[in-house]
C-alpha cells in the first residue's frame, strides 16, 4: 500500500511543479502556443522522464537490459500499455479539454479507477470486495466533487468532447491492467518496464503526435527556456511517481494500485499550499480527507490484516 501512497504523493507533486510550467510566457504567447502546449509539455515531460529513467537504470547497472527485455513477449505487453497509457490516454484528456472544458473532462477522467477496477476483474481475476468497492465510490466522487468548477465550456460539439473523454478513460484504465498482466511472468522488472513504457510513449509523441499537431518548432524553442528546466524537474518528480506506481501494481495488483494513485488529487492541494501559497478551502480539506480515505480503503484487505495478526500471535 506505502507504494501506492507514495506514488499519488509524487504525481502530486510532479502536478503543480508542471501546472508551474504551463503558466509561463512560452506557453502563453500565442494563441497557437495555448493549444500546443498540453502536447508539447507531455511530449518534453516523458522525453526528459525517459532521461531520468536512463540515469536510473544506469545507477542499477540494467541499462545493458532495456533491448533484451523489449524483445521480451512481456516487453511487448509493456509497449502496448505505454500507448495506451500514454499517446492514447493523455491524447484524448487533452482533446477532452479544448472540446467540452476542463470541468466535464476531470469529472470523466477521475473514473478511469472504477473502469480500471472492472477491467481487472474481467482479465486478472481480481476481485474486490464490498467495503473496497465502497471506498473506491467515495475516492472517485471525492476526485469528481474537488475537481469540478462551475460554468463549464460551452461547447458546440458536446459529443466529440465526451467521445476524447471516453477514449482517455479507457486508455489511462488499461495501462494499468496491460502493465499487471505483462509483470506476471516476472520476465522483467518494474523499472525495466517503466523505461519501456516511458521511451515507447515519447518516441511515439515525437514521431507522430509533435509532426501532426505542427508543434516541432515551438518545441525546440522551448528546449533552450528556464520552462524546459521547470519541466524536467517535473519529470523527475512524475518518474518517481511511475516508479512506485509501477512497484504497487507489481505488489498489490492494478485496482488497488490506481485506487491508491488517485489520491495525488488531494496531495496536489498540499503542494499547491506549500509551493504556491495557495490558499485551501475547508470544502477542499474535506474533499482531500475522502480521497485518501477512500483509497486507503480500497486498498486495505481485511482478511490479510486478521491472518498476519493471527500467524504473530502464533
Same mark, same amino acid.
Given at each position: ?187 522483467? =522488472?518494474?523499472?525495466? $518496464? %517503466?523505461? #519501456? ?5 515519447? *518516441?511515439?509523441? !515525437? +514521431? &507522430? @503526435? ?44 492494478? =485496482?488497488?494500485?490506481? $485506487? %491508491?494513485? #488517485? ?5 496536489? *492541494?498540499?503542494? !499547491? +499550499? &506549500? @509551493? ?39
Amino acid at each position: 500500500m506505502a507504494y501506492g501512497l507514495l506514488a499519488g504523493f509524487f504525481w502530486g507533486l510532479d502536478t503543480v511543479i508542471l501546472g508551474i510550467a504551463l503558466v509561463m510566457s512560452p506557453f502563453l504567447s500565442t494563441e497557437q502556443a495555448i493549444l500546443l502546449a498540453p502536447f508539447i509539455s507531455t511530449f518534453i515531460h516523458d522525453f526528459c522522464s525517459s532521461l531520468w529513467m536512463l540515469c536510473y537504470m544506469g545507477i542499477k547497472k540494467e541499462s545493458r537490459k532495456i533491448l533484451a527485455a523489449l524483445k521480451t513477449r512481456s516487453g511487448k505487453v509493456i509497449v502496448l500499455a505505454a500507448l495506451m497509457g500514454g499517446p492514447i490516454g493523455m491524447t484524448g484528456y487533452v482533446l477532452s479539454i479544448s472540446y467540452i472544458g476542463a470541468a466535464y473532462t476531470a469529472i470523466i477522467s477521475a473514473l478511469f479507477p472504477g473502469v480500471g477496477a472492472l477491467l481487472s476483474y474481467i482479465f486478472l481475476k481480481e476481485k474486490m470486495k464490498g467495503y473496497q468497492i465502497a471506498g473506491l465510490t467515495a475516492s472517485i466522487l471525492g476526485v469528481i466533487a474537488l475537481g469540478y468548477s462551475p460554468g463549464g465550456n460551452e461547447s458546440t460539439n458536446m459529443l466529440l468532447g465526451f467521445l476524447f473523454a471516453l477514449m482517455c478513460v479507457i486508455g489511462w484504465s488499461s495501462e494499468a491492467v496491460i502493465i499487471a498482466y505483462g509483470l506476471k511472468t516476472q520476465e522483467i =522488472s518494474d523499472s525495466l $518496464a %517503466l523505461q #519501456i513504457r516511458q521511451l515507447t510513449s515519447a *518516441i511515439f509523441y !515525437g +514521431a &507522430i @503526435i509533435i509532426p501532426v499537431v505542427g508543434g516541432w518548432s515551438f518545441t525546440l524553442s522551448i528546449l533552450s527556456t528556464k520552462t524546459a528546466a521547470i519541466i524536467l524537474l517535473a519529470a523527475l518528480f512524475g518518474t518517481t511517481s511511475y516508479l512506485f506506481y509501477y512497484k504497487a501494481i507489481n505488489k498489490i495488483g492494478a =485496482s488497488k494500485a490506481m $485506487a %491508491l494513485n #488517485i489520491t495525488y488529487s488531494a496531495w496536489s *492541494i498540499v503542494f !499547491g +499550499a &506549500i @509551493i504556491l501559497n495557495e490558499e485551501v478551502s475547508l470544502r477542499s480539506v474535506i474533499f482531500a480527507l475522502i480521497i485518501v480515505g477512500g483509497s486507503v480503503t480500497a486498498a486495505t484487505d481485511l482478511e490479510e490484516i486478521v491472518k498476519f495478526k493471527k500467524k504473530a500471535i502464533i
